[in-house]
Structure formats: C-alpha cells, structure tokens
C-alpha cells in the first residue's frame, strides 16, 4: 500500500508501515531523494525565522538540516547524535522515544557545539514530526546548551502534531488503519 503525496512541489509515493495492528504511518524517507531534499529545503528556508544555527536529529534530518545550511549560506549547523563519538567531549545527553524506533534512544551533543549554541537561536529542524517526542529532546539539548529555540520546522506533520501552532511544516501526513485508509 502506498500513499500519493505533493511535496515541495513533487509528487512521491510513501509505502504504508504498521506502527501497531490498527495504525500506519506513510514512510517518508528524504535518504537519497537529492531532487526533493532541495525543494524541501528551499520551501522550509522560505518559511523559516531568523537563526543562528539549525539543529537535527540524526539521522533522517541530516540531508535536510544541511542542504538548508548549503541554501542559506551557514558555516556550520548541529547534529545531536544516537551515540556517543570518541572524538566528543563533554557530552550533553536526553532520553528520548520515537514512535519510528522501538526502544529507548538517547540523543547527544557535544560540548564544544552546546557552548556554540549558547546565548544563540537554534532553529530546530526535521523530516517529520508526529508525537514530539524527537522535537522535545531536542528542545531538552538546546535548553541545557543555553541556547534559545527560535523555529520547530519539518518537511511533515503527522497526526497531533498538525494541531500544534509552535510547529512549521510543509504538508500534512496522515495516519492510516490497516486497510490504508486516512483515519487522521
């Protein structure tokens, strides 16, 4: 099953998965898609407010954080990671639980990029939101860097999230039952 969306101006067919018995998400996955991850890019530029710095997740978010970075003209954006990297020092950590991944994860950054983000507007951006747990983990991450969260921004919006006025997306993603049709 398969879900024909308008993105950025492109259409795309995102393959229906069951995140439970009753409930399926349409997999947008921007991973290897360079023509949508620049329209998506520029789309988001166009919307965004004035940053300092942009802030994702890894992993889905890296093509989109940095061709926004690359568009925008930025020198450096932050990536908060799943593991902890040798070469980090003084390492920030959140806990954190997506609805895409079944276990807990944490999300880390390193000091020297929370020292960076202090006293700065960190626009914080992603692929899609749907349950804000990724989006309140990285807000967690920038607050304790000292940072100030200026923009929530995703290509996508799934379910709640579309309700909520502190996020900008591009489209709207809906949920789906078993049978592949919109129930959200």
């Given at each position: 099953m398969y879900y024909t969306m308008n993105i950025a101006g492109l259409e795309r067919q995102l393959p229906l998965?069951?995140?439970?018995?009753?409930?399926?998400?349409?997999?947008f996955?921007?991973?290897?898609?360079?023509?949508?991850?620049?329209?998506?890019?520029?789309?988001?530029?166009a919307k965004a407010p004035a940053y300092d710095y942009i802030l994702t997740a890894e992993?889905?978010?890296?093509?989109?954080?940095?061709?926004?970075a690359r568009q925008h003209g930025d020198k450096k954006w932050f990536?908060?990671?799943?593991?902890?990297?040798?070469?980090?020092q003084n390492v920030l950590d959140v806990k954190v639980k997506s609805?895409?991944?079944?276990?807990?994860?944490?999300?880390?950054?390193?000091g020297a990029d929370a020292e960076m983000m202090r006293g700065k507007k960190i626009l914080i951006v992603d692929d899609v939101i749907s349950t804000g747990e990724s989006l309140k983990a990285l807000e967690t991450l920038v607050e304790a860097a000292g940072g100030e969260i200026c923009g929530r921004?995703?290509?996508?919006?799934?379910?709640?999230a579309q309700e909520r006025p502190d996020i900008i997306y591009l489209e709207k993603l809906p949920l789906f039952n078993a049978e592949g049709k919109i129930i959200g």
């Open positions: 998965c069951a995140v439970s018995e009753d409930l399926y998400i349409g997999a996955v921007i991973f290897g898609d360079c023509e949508l991850t620049v329209a998506c890019a520029r789309d988001l530029l992993s889905k978010g890296i093509p989109l954080a940095y061709e926004m990536l908060a990671r799943k593991g902890v990297k040798v070469y980090m609805i895409t991944t079944a276990k807990e994860q944490h999300l880390y950054i390193d921004m995703a290509v996508l919006a799934e379910g709640e």
